[in-house]
């Protein structure tokens, strides 16, 4: 494919006019026009299921549209895999995550291009030189090093790995799609140090969001979808949290990005944990308490410890010394299945790898936690399945056609949802959300937050891991601070304040 030629520094870098998709009997988009220009930030906002991934997936070459046309420096381009789309300056930053565990964070930096010797030989030192550079972008050089293995870093790392190998692209059009969602606010606030500075050098980027405040922040122009339509353009001063939420919902209401709920007066202890060392990962010895009735969130930069203590409380990390107890009751977690024997529930960081069997349908997921009553001698009752699922749907307002539609042909907030109704349906005795709101709009995050709230009114105990600051503030009656595998502090709802949280996540 020729390259485009070039346009005048007031012409748009990227055009898109009246793009349409459809799947099945779902129009994901209709008409959808739009102008990127060089070296601004247009965010494309909306909630689950608007369209703004299907959007994106059209401009970076994942999905052809069924109508429209896309114009690269005001060149018609028909974009037929991610690789015509990267020859044009176009590179993606997917919500989920694209990494090969088993590769290095060079390796999978360069897959697919990798530096070659006679076109046999791949030139691993200097594409580890090549990576240690991009990785100093992002101010990781000394904490990542290219040789390590992607399975053993974090969510937060893994996203930065993901932003770090676009940047090698070189791409005039970058394209991140929920950037900021595994990361601390420190690591967000360098994220938007870096985008400003590639504003600089003139590269366009497309910024997907439900982080409204993110949004305000960054960029220049708003463009929102609503049900696979365009709803609106702010720009300047008029990008406003409400401003915006009116345009994604078609209401006028607040945004804010959590709501105070009522506590609930917790009534006993359900997780007592003492002394606990996790083996050759968490160095501190840890303490903490979940009362029934009670929501407790653990907050903390990237790499704190967080997510490993959830693991290891549903049997997924090696517990080295110390005792969990659950309901009085002292538990060995060597494994899922005796986690969730003993009462727990995990609704992970990354619900598409861990959460979700994205190759079965809405209905088989749901019905995971709950085979047992969903059968007789044997036999799966699927007219109870069904009526089962489409009662989840409807109760936790998945979009979706119908109880049999793969799970995978949802948006990630949906994705979401269904995951969370797959244990809430189940009633642990300990429900641990780790990010629940990652990837998720305004009005989804509402409905988990009441969720939450609505499972410790039962008597749950609910563990939530955040590091969105508007969450840690409105949403827990404790906050439970951790930094580099050590708990430095505990806060009451009264004693909640963005400043002595920070302090905490520095100790």
Sequence with gaps: MDEPAKSPPNAP???ARHISKRFGSTLALQEVSLQVYPGETLAIIGENGAGKSTLMKIISGLLEPDSGELLIQGKACWLRSVTAAQKLGIALIPQERSLCDNLSVAENMFLGRELKIALVVRRIREMETQCAYWLSQIGLAETLSPQTLVSQLSQGYQQMVEIARALSQQAKILIMDE?????????????????RDLNQQGT????????????????????????????GELTGSNIEVERMAALMSGQNRHAASAVSLPSTEPSSV??????????????????????????????????????????ALFGLEPVEEGSIQLMGKTVLLRSPQSAIRAGIALVPEDRQS??????????????????????????????????????TIDQFRIKAQNGAQPVEALSGGNQQKVVLAKWLRWEPRLLILDEPTRGVDVGSKQEIYQRAREAASRGMGVLMISSEMQELLSVPDRVIVMNQGRITGELARESLSEAAIMRLMEA
């Design 204 to 231: 366009a980027i497309l910024y997907i969001s439900h982080r409204m405040r993110d949004v305000q922040e960054i960029a220049r122009r708003v463009v929102a979808l609503r049900d696979g339509r365009l709803a």
């Design 13 to 15: 870098i990227l055009e």
């Design 270 to 311: 359900c997780l007592s944990m003492k002394n606990l060392r996790l083996k050759d990962r968490v160095t501190g010895s840890l303490q903490l308490t979940v009362n029934r009735g009670e929501i407790v969130a653990l907050a903390g930069l990237v790499g704190a410890g967080r997510s490993r203590l959830a693991r």
């Design 354 to 391: 861990q959460g979700l069997f994205l190759g079965m349908s809405i209905q088989e997921n749901l019905a995971m936690s709950q085979w047992a009553s969903l059968s007789r001698s044997g036999w799966v009752l699927w007219s109870k399945v069904r009526a089962m699922a489409q009662n």
């Design 179 to 195: 950037p900021t969602s595994s990361l601390s606010q420190r690591e967000t606030d360098r994220l938007h140090a870096l985008i």
